[in-house]
């Protein structure tokens, strides 16, 4: 065993290296990225709770149409966002792809229904675009940004903005 000590030169290395794998570390974002309709979406992994399959669902009376309802996983009772009546996108057809992303919006635990979960995802901050002033589908206070690939663009949602405050407040009257 040798007790072998760094230079003063291999120490400055050392943290340059250091210092660099964390500015690397800051650049890059990991996203859940799913799709809904035709197009693909991301959220922040570290909003991300989990993704189940769905279940069963209570439907709820009186509330928005973009909330499917209320279900009970593992003794929390989370609402069910729709994310296609959401977004005025046509409704879709479930089958063995759908699923449930729970994630957290604000102080709130909410299932958000996707056509299909594909990956996660390691973007740089070069990726990232504002989106464009002339955002043409979806509410522009939803979309946080557009993430570049090659041959393709993913919408990077902004979860503080998927909810209203008053939507929110809803939600907990229901889980409450």
Do not use: C, W
Not at 4 to 25: F, V
Not at 102 to 116: E, S
């Amino acid at each position: 065993m040798s007790n072998a000590t760094a230079t003063p030169n291999q120490e400055a290395d050392i943290k340059d290296l250091m210092n660099t794998d964390s500015e690397i570390n800051a650049e890059v974002t990991q996203l859940v990225s799913f799709r809904l309709a035709n197009e693909e979406y991301g959220v922040d992994i570290m909003r991300v709770q989990e993704i189940i399959l769905p279940g069963e669902i209570t439907q709820m009376p009186e509330v928005p149409d973009f909330i499917r309802g209320l279900i009970n996983l593992r003794g929390h009772v989370i609402p069910i966002v729709d994310l296609r009546k959401r977004f005025g996108l046509p409704a879709g057809k479930h089958d063995e792809h759908t699923r449930i992303i729970v994630v957290n919006v604000g102080n709130k635990t909410i299932g958000m229904v996707v056509d299909a979960v594909n990956e996660v995802l390691r973007i740089n901050e070069a990726q990232v675009e504002p989106p464009p002033s002339s955002v043409v589908g979806i509410d522009h206070a939803y979309i946080e940004s557009l993430v570049k690939f090659e041959d393709k663009l993913l919408i990077l949602l902004n979860m503080d903005n998927l909810l209203s405050s008053e939507e929110v407040g809803k939600l907990t009257g229901l889980t409450a």
